[in-house]
């Protein structure tokens, strides 16, 4: 739209020349609160999809940390270096897989 009105900008009229460019700059704010709104809207379900998820990964992080007399359990992100040995991912997976086929399976002893 912009290279089509640079061509044809010195065959308009003033006046249609300035219209011309309002109609462009129009489209574009258009355009923009498109793409603003739309990834709000996406930023939203994915927050709204993901949320129940992460309540039930929690909730098996807690039953398990209570069932193998775990005092904390840190989040990997949250570490600067663990010694892998005490790394529990794999076994939270494997409880929150279960726990999702069950949902009243309670933790494992260890």
């Known amino acids: 739209m912009d290279d089509d009105f640079e061509k044809k900008q010195y ?4 006046d249609a020349r300035q219209q011309k460019k309002n109609e462009i700059n129009d489209k574009k704010i258009d355009f923009k609160r498109f793409v603003e709104d739309s990834e ?3 930023d939203k ?3 709204d999809l993901l949320e129940p998820i ?3 990964i929690f909730d098996c992080i ?3 940390g209570q069932a193998n ?3 904390v359990i840190f989040e990997r992100s949250m570490l600067v270096y663990a010694n ?3 790394d529990i991912s794999n076994e939270i997976v494997k409880l ?3 726990q999702s086929s069950n949902p009243k399976t309670t933790a494992p002893a260890k």
Do not use: C, I, V
């Open 62 to 64: 807690k039953d398990y």
């Open 84 to 86: 892998a040995a005490f």
């Open 54 to 56: 992460h309540a039930r």
């Open 40 to 42: 709000r809207e996406l």
């Open 69 to 71: 007399g775990f005092t």
């Open 96 to 98: 929150f897989d279960k």
């Open 11 to 14: 065959t308009l009229s003033g």
């Open 45 to 47: 379900m994915q927050k």
